[in-house]
């Protein structure tokens, strides 16, 4: 990892040795559980929060608020493929 203030070509090396990928993964993996566990705790939020988009995607959303129970098993299968990513072995 180089530092150096001469050019910023050191803080662009630093940024790339932070954002690699298996950290971008783990972040990735982060977002998929956090919001896998809120549609378990509260489904009509979740419908709520996500309903904004093209018209496809607010009928959609509009279609699964009327079925929480179904937001709710999205967001454990949401939550188990973050928690799957996360802990993938790189090799």
Not at 58 to 72: F, Q, S, V
Request: proline share 4%.
């Amino acid at each position: 990892m180089s530092v150096g203030n001469e050019s910023g070509a050191g803080t662009l090396q630093l940024r790339m040795d932070f954002l690699n990928a298996q950290r971008m993964r783990y972040i990735a993996a982060s977002f998929l559980v956090g919001d896998g566990v809120m549609a378990l705790l509260d489904p009509e939020r979740v419908a709520e929060v996500w309903v904004d988009g093209p018209r496809p995607w607010r009928r959609m959303m509009r279609a699964l608020a009327k079925r929480p129970g179904l937001i709710r098993a999205i967001g454990a299968a949401e939550a188990a493929v973050g928690v799957w990513v996360a802990l993938k072995d790189d090799n």
